[in-house]
């Protein structure tokens, strides 16, 4: 069920301008009753000031009537609330890391020069102009810029930052470049698990050489011993 744009605010309207229960506020609002209980007791955190739904043509006066005349009665929704939706643009970064940008930029531009300046300012959420500026060095900070890569400072994802290289060496006629930072370790990786595994078959066959012929105890069935209690027989 769609609910009035600020489900508070109306709730405060209805509870001082109608004689509607709480339970049909707080349904229509979306509300727990005792949120509107809070606000019509006055101790809700904040002091609220009443938004009316009829103005806004959530809902009409009829309604409030029905609703007032039977306590079963849910409201309905006169006209929903346009959903406001976010206009295509450069990528949202949060205040606190805003200032990264220019490094992220020049890390970009250092490391990979041919990512244009329009998937930098995609991959960033940043104007063309900021790049140009620091790409010729003629920012006004630019003394204090250092490059720092993006993923790190969470301006980005490796995924979208891979992404744009590949797509970006591709235009160039260039062959993308390999990540080969791990290969060493994941070749390390692989002989070391092999000398253990080969260490651990060395010792299962001194065991059982060293076992030889002694008569062992504790068969499960005739002819098939417990694997965990191999003791010899006294």
Same mark, same amino acid.
């Given at each position: 069920?769609?609910?009035?744009?600020?489900? /508070?605010?109306?709730?405060?309207?209805?509870?001082?301008?109608?004689?509607?229960?709480?339970?049909?506020?707080?349904?229509?609002?979306?509300?727990?009753?005792?949120?509107?209980? !809070?606000?019509?007791? =006055?101790? !809700?955190?904040?002091?609220?000031? %009443?938004?009316?739904?009829?103005?806004?043509?959530?809902?009409? /006066?009829?309604?409030?009537?029905?609703?007032?005349?039977?306590? #079963?009665?849910?409201?309905?929704?006169?006209?929903?609330?346009?959903?406001?939706?976010?206009?295509?643009?450069?990528?949202?970064?949060?205040?606190?890391?805003?200032?990264?940008?220019?490094?992220?930029?020049?890390?970009?531009?250092?490391? /990979?020069? @041919?990512?244009?300046?329009?998937?930098?300012?995609?991959?960033?959420?940043?104007?063309?102009?900021?790049?140009?500026?620091?790409?010729?060095?003629?920012?006004?900070?630019?003394?204090?810029?250092?490059?720092?890569?993006?993923?790190?400072? %969470?301006?980005?994802?490796?995924? @979208?930052?891979?992404?744009?290289? !590949?797509?970006?060496?591709? !235009?160039?006629?260039?062959?993308?470049?390999?990540?080969?930072?791990? #290969?060493?370790?994941?070749?390390?990786?692989?002989?070391?698990?092999?000398? #253990?595994?080969?260490? /651990?078959?060395?010792?299962? #066959?001194?065991?059982?050489?060293?076992?030889?012929? @002694?008569?062992?105890? =504790?068969?499960?069935?005739?002819?098939?011993?417990?694997?965990?209690?191999?003791?010899?027989? @006294?």
């Amino acid at each position: 069920m769609a609910q009035p744009l600020m489900p /508070h605010a109306t709730a405060a309207w209805l509870v001082d301008n109608s004689s509607l229960t709480f339970d049909q506020i707080a349904e229509f609002c979306g509300l727990h009753i005792l949120e509107v209980q !809070a606000i019509a007791d =006055d101790t !809700a955190a904040t002091k609220l000031t %009443g938004r009316d739904p009829v103005r806004a043509n959530e809902l009409t /006066h009829e309604e409030i009537e029905k609703g007032q005349k039977d306590p #079963e009665h849910k409201l309905q929704m006169h006209k929903a609330p346009e959903v406001v939706r976010r206009t295509k643009g450069p990528r949202y970064t949060p205040v606190s890391k805003r200032q990264d940008k220019p490094d992220g930029i020049n890390w970009i531009i250092k490391n /990979h020069p @041919e990512v244009s300046d329009g998937q930098i300012s995609k991959l960033i959420g940043t104007t063309r102009t900021t790049i140009a500026a620091i790409r010729d060095r003629s920012h006004w900070n630019m003394a204090n810029i250092t490059p720092k890569d993006p993923v790190t400072l %969470g301006l980005t994802t490796q995924r @979208e930052l891979d992404a744009a290289v !590949a797509k970006a060496a591709k !235009a160039a006629g260039i062959q993308a470049p390999t990540d080969t930072r791990f #290969e060493g370790d994941r070749d390390a990786l692989i002989e070391q698990l092999r000398r #253990e595994r080969e260490q /651990h078959v060395r010792d299962a #066959e001194a065991a059982i050489a060293e076992a030889g012929d @002694e008569a062992l105890r =504790d068969e499960v069935v005739p002819g098939i011993r417990d694997p965990f209690k191999n003791t010899a027989v @006294e």
